[in-house]
């Protein structure tokens, strides 16, 4: 059990969690007590958990026993955590197996089929550190001889460092998603391996690098993104706007990223274009 992450996850969903998004009677009414943050207070929490102020207080001062399941159960409730919070509070808590720490595990065939499958759509695989472990033609078209790449430089974290922003951007709106889905990535799988030492250093050269990870590391964010809007800059076909989907592949800890543009867009035309290149 982690006392301090704990209660800094505790104390930052609490403070998130605004008096009107929840019934009028689960909350002390205004004219109790002035409130100094816009957040719930300690003893609202509590009493929606069913558990005592005072042991809510010392969970949140990192001075608390174990909680138990069903502790945490209810706190996922009073907080309204999404499932990947739920899960996220309850490796904090000390109640899920850290994940074992083996070597690299082969890319299942079934992947790699898809993979290919995918034909002209760029598509690629991550493992819980970030490394591209897969991809299709396409997306090496699209993004980079990833082949040609040292291993220890063909993880999505890193590049996107070496790039800074000369391949692909956040269009309009979506600026800081990225580092923010990335984080949150990196949170959960540091949560599952808390031995992981690359886990760790990557997190450190990513926070540096963007104050927006930086900012959702120490929030605690795990809830995914799953479709990012990037601008990306080819060098043969100019500016494409793409969608960046992730999925979780089921069964393994390997994510599949894929680039796809809206359908009759200009975008759409130019990547029909790099697949007709390529046959």
């Not at 943050?37 to 929490?45: A, C, D, I, Q, Y």
């Not at 598509?123 to 990833?146: G, H, K, M, P, S």
Request: charge should be positive.
């Amino acid at each position: 059990m982690s006392r301090a992450e704990l209660a800094d996850f505790l104390r930052r969903r609490r403070e998130a969690l605004r008096p009107d998004q929840l019934p009028a009677t689960a909350v002390h009414p205004p004219g109790r007590r002035a409130r100094r943050t816009p957040g719930l207070r300690r003893e609202e929490v509590a009493t929606l958990a069913g558990v005592s102020t005072s042991y809510y207080e010392r969970l949140e001062q990192a001075r608390a026993p174990h909680p138990s399941p069903q502790v945490i159960a209810a706190l996922g409730t009073a907080l309204r955590l999404t499932d990947a919070e739920r899960e996220h509070l309850a490796r904090l808590a000390g109640q899920a197996p850290p994940a074992p720490e083996t070597g690299r595990a082969p890319v299942p065939a079934f992947a790699r089929e898809l993979l290919d499958r995918l034909g002209p759509v760029p598509a690629y695989l991550t493992d819980e550190r970030q490394d591209i472990v897969a991809w299709n033609e396409a997306a090496a078209d699209l993004i980079t001889d990833f082949g040609s790449l040292p291993a220890e430089e063909r993880n999505a974290v890193r590049l996107s460092i070496r790039l800074n922003g000369t391949l692909c951007s956040a269009a309009d709106g979506s600026q800081g998603e990225y580092a923010r889905q990335t984080a949150a990535q990196l949170r959960a799988a540091s949560a599952r391996h808390p031995a992981e030492r690359v886990l760790g250093e990557l997190v450190n050269e990513f926070a540096a690098h963007s104050p927006d990870c930086a900012a959702s590391w120490r929030n605690h964010e795990v809830r995914p993104i799953p479709t990012l809007r990037k601008h990306l800059h080819h060098p043969e076909l100019g500016l494409l706007e793409l969608d960046c989907q992730t999925l979780l592949l089921p069964g393994t800890d390997l994510r599949m990223v894929i680039y796809t543009a809206r359908p009759g867009s200009p975008s759409a035309a130019a990547l029909a274009r790099l697949a007709a290149r390529g046959t």
